[in-house]
């Protein structure tokens, strides 16, 4: 079992910066590889970033250039580093765990961004 918990959301006005944090806790060694989504109301939940085995992450076309994600094995910790946000890139952004072909989920985190 794996326990996600995400932190940071918030309101911030177009063109300003966010991080993301999402600390994972449990069977933690197992886990294959995270991945951020975010969900806009109304909308489909929508992968954003996504790390690959021994790779670099994949990113929406939409956060290219803008959005990076990236871990702190110590803290068994992910962060996605948001610049430049518009306000299309509001919604709830969740955290998700593969660990060992099971998905978990975090609650969740709010970023709104303002005009």
């Known amino acids: 079992q794996v326990t996600l918990v995400e932190s940071g959301g918030g309101l911030v006005q177009a063109g300003g910066s966010l991080r993301l944090s999402c600390a994972a806790s449990?069977?933690?060694?197992?886990?294959?590889?995270m991945k951020w989504y975010r969900q806009a109301p109304g909308k489909r939940r929508e992968l954003v970033a996504a790390?690959?085995?021994?790779?670099?992450?994949n990113y929406e076309e939409s956060v290219k250039g803008r959005f990076v994600l990236f871990r702190d094995n110590r803290k068994d910790t992910i962060y996605l580093q948001m610049n430049d946000l518009k306000q299309e890139d509001t919604g709830r952004y969740y955290c998700?765990?593969?660990?060992?072909?099971?998905?978990?989920w975090g609650q969740g985190t709010q970023v709104t961004v303002s005009a």
């Open positions: 790390e690959t085995p021994g790779g670099l992450p």
């Open positions: 449990g069977h933690v060694n197992n886990i294959d590889v």
């Open positions: 998700n765990a593969v660990w060992i072909g099971y998905n978990f």
